[in-house]
Nanobody
Framework: QVQLVESGGGLVQPGGSLRLSCVAS????????MSWYRQAPGKERELVADITGAGTITKYADSVKGRFTISRDNAKKTVFLQMNSLKPEDTAVYYC?????????WGQGTQVTVSS
């Protein structure tokens, strides 16, 4: 059974940091590109960052470059999103996604709220 379980969300003040985690099970984790997406109320889901299976290539949305870092630990089947210098506009539900040419899997999401 495929599962992606996100954690680490919460309420943080502007300028603060959070580290999201997504633990995978039920598929060959290292064969999949892993991504973080987010969806704010009333907006489309957008790609935040992704990382190749070996972790050698990463890509970021312009809005988070220099503030967010994606990483993965294939031995622990976990992908991380370190978020620094958070802004109110980063408020959203954050989802992890695993994909390759055979298909994609999504997690259930974790809420991040940036507010004073």
């Amino acid at each position: 059974q495929v599962q992606l379980v996100e954690s680490g969300g919460g309420l943080v003040q502007p300028g603060g940091s959070l580290r999201l985690s997504c633990v995978a099970s039920g598929f060959m984790f290292s064969n999949y590109v892993m991504s973080w997406y987010r969806q704010a109320p009333g907006k489309e889901r957008e790609l935040v960052a992704d990382i190749t299976g070996a972790g050698t290539i990463t890509k970021y949305a312009d809005s988070v470059k220099g503030r967010f870092t994606i990483s993965r630990d294939n031995a622990k089947k976990t992908v991380f999103l370190q978020m620094n210098s958070l802004k109110p506009e980063d408020t959203a539900v954050y989802y992890c996604k695993a994909y390759r040419w055979t298909g994609a899997y999504w997690g259930q999401g974790t809420q991040v709220t940036v507010s004073s």
